[in-house]
């Protein structure tokens, strides 16, 4: 598969699982304002990664449609990449809105977010090798495939897991 084919198929999927996140939201009993933390947080992380792979996507393909196409063309990409998962690893670690009690981070399940976390470390990490030494397109790859991983875990943790504790379950 050409690098620009892998590029269209991962927006697409990408797009479908900002989708699903709404289909998700539209088929709740209540409106996002009343979800718990948890719940929250669980969309945001669902639409973030499905909009940075897009967005990686995108830009792969805005370089290679370039005449002729950079030489450095992946290594652009990967920089453009590690740049974006940091300022997005500071966001969502920065924003105390998106802060969890230890108690409720102990129900996201250990296996689940250090399997997560170690994807998005590898990740990162080829990205800042494929900018200073490789400048391949797998690298790149890896990193739209670790976040549409992520989208794909959180929809379906979503889907599975009944939500967390009500904000107005009394009423």
């Known amino acids: ?4 084919e892998a590029l269209g198929v991962a927006a697409q999927v ?3 699982l900002a989708g699903f996140g709404g289909i998700v939201v539209v088929f709740r009993p209540q409106s996002v304002h ?3 933390p948890l719940d929250r947080l669980g969309l945001t992380l669902l639409l973030m990664n499905s909009v940075v792979p897009l967005v990686f996507a995108l830009f792969g393909m805005l370089l290679l449609s370039i005449d002729p ?4 063309v992946w290594r652009w990409c990967s920089g453009f990449a590690f740049v ?9 670690r920065n924003n105390p809105k998106r802060r969890l009690p230890l108690n409720k981070m102990q129900m996201i399940g250990k296996f689940v977010f250090y399997g997560v976390v170690v994807m998005a470390t590898t990740g990162v990490a080829l990205q ?3 900018f200073a030494v490789w400048n391949r397109f797998w690298p790149f790859f890896a990193a739209i495939f670790v976040h549409l991983t992520a989208a794909v875990i959180q929809f379906l943790r ?3 897991i009944a939500p967390a504790g009500d904000v107005t379950s009394d009423q």
């Not at 598969?1 to 620009?4: A, D, E, G, Y």
């Open 158 to 160: 979503m889907l599975l």
């Open 34 to 36: 009343q979800w718990s």
């Open 84 to 92: 974006t998962d940091v300022l997005f690893f500071v966001f969502m």
């Open 128 to 130: 800042v090798v494929n």
């Open 14 to 16: 990408a797009v479908t």
């Open 1 to 4: 598969m050409q690098p620009s």
């Open 69 to 72: 196409v950079p030489v450095s």
